[in-house]
Structures are given as C-alpha cells and as structure tokens.
C-alpha cells in the first residue's frame, strides 16, 4: 500500500509569484484534504477535495485554489505569493467509507517565500 | 463552532516519569478525536483515535479517552522515554480542527 506522497519536498519563490503543490493520495483514498502549518503553530485546515469537487473550505483566501484528479490526486495552487505564505504544506487522504474520519498525512511541501 | 484547545508546552520530563496533555474541544455533533504525533523534520502521524463517547484509543503505551460531559479528549502515557520527543496534537473530526500542539522533551 502506498502512502501519501508530495512534491516538491521545498521549495523557494518571490512575492507576488504563483506556485503548485502535488499530492497522491493513499490508495484506495478518494478524498484530500490541504492545510497549511506556519511555524510552531498546528495545522490550519485549507480545503478538502471529494470526487473532483471542492468540499468545504477553511478561512483561506481566494487566491488558494485547488484540484482533484481522476486518480484521486490534487493540486494546491497559490496565486499572489506572500510572505506570510510561508509554511509546511500538508495533504492529507482518507476515505469516505471509514467510519471514523481518519487522515493520513504525507510528509509536507516546505515553502519558503522572500 | 468547532475548535480544540490543548495544553500549552513546552514540556520537559525526566524518562519514565507520566505525561498528562490535556486537549478539550467545542464541537456542534460526536465527531471522531485524534490525537496526532509529528517528528522533528517528519508530517504528522496518527497516534490514536476514539470514534464516540466512552472510547478509549490507546497506541504505543500512550491513552486518552472520549469524554462528552467535560468535552475533553487527555493524553497520557505513565512513562515516557526519550524517542517520544516530538510535537503532539489533539484534533477533532470531520475536516479536522487542530490544537496549537504541545511539544514534549524527555531528558535521560
């Protein structure tokens, strides 16, 4: 079984630049979430992806958008970089049919905006 | 609506001594609780999840229990050791809500 997988690892852009984040779902997994985790801080829910629709968003801007695959998988893409942009990106997979809500997470996109 | 609130760190422990985080959550429904652990440098990894009142999840000698009249959600573990220091987080279901985190330090 293959886990959450994201691309790239880091990266570095300028302010006012755009920028696309990957992320393959678990197996299995129809459904993706995105959050943003600033430094010493938890998780801050984005949005989710269920069956290529948006599902429900967080207190994001405009300028986050996203998309589900066929595959299952999903970008994040944001427009207008910021500084306060900066932050661990993480994607997370789970399944409709589980009871239980659980998410599984990859290992983050680190970006860096100056 | 929903948020989580959980024990401000950090926390620094001898080894083998018992850890209380305490997490507590304000939520409309019973949605699922999580507590999740992230590494130095790593994402996030399920510890432990409990689906409905009364349920306890326990992993890796770590416990918390599902309570709906206090709305709270604690971790313990009654002897840490110094490979738990990491960064934990209480969430809360759905399209999870998660608390600050509380970073823990086990000294030898």
């Known amino acids: 079984e293959t886990g959450v997988t994201q691309s790239p690892t880091h990266l570095i852009k300028t302010r006012g630049q755009q920028v696309t984040l990957r992320c393959s779902s678990q197996s299995g997994h129809n459904t993706v979430s995105w959050y943003q985790q600033a430094l010493g801080q938890g998780p801050q829910f984005i949005f989710q992806?269920?069956?290529?629709?948006?599902?429900g968003r967080g207190n994001f801007p405009p300028r986050f958008s996203g998309l589900q695959f066929p595959n299952y998988s999903s970008e994040l893409n944001v427009n207008a970089l910021e500084l306060d942009d900066s932050a661990l990106y993480l994607c997370?997979?789970?399944?409709?049919?589980?009871?239980?809500?659980?998410?599984?997470f990859g290992p983050g996109t680190r970006l860096t905006v100056t | 609506g929903n948020s989580v609130t959980q024990m401000e760190g950090p926390v620094t422990l001898s080894e083998e001594a018992f850890l209380t985080i305490n997490c507590t959550y304000t939520?409309?429904?019973?949605?699922?609780l999580f507590w999740y652990v992230q590494y130095p440098g790593e994402g996030l990894q399920l510890l432990l999840k409990?689906?409905?009142?009364?349920d306890k999840g326990s992993n890796k000698g770590f416990e918390a229990t599902y309570r709906k009249e206090t709305t709270s959600f604690h971790l313990e573990k009654g002897s840490v050791q110094v490979s738990d220091s990491a960064v934990y987080f209480c969430?809360?279901?759905?399209?999870?809500?998660f608390g600050t985190g509380t970073s823990l330090t086990v000294i030898p």
């Open positions: 939520a409309t429904g019973y949605p699922s």
């Open positions: 992806y269920y069956r290529e629709e948006e599902n």
């Open positions: 969430a809360l279901g759905n399209q999870f809500y």
């Open positions: 409990a689906t409905k009142a009364d």
């Open positions: 997370a997979s789970s399944s409709r049919l589980a009871s239980s809500d659980e998410q599984y």
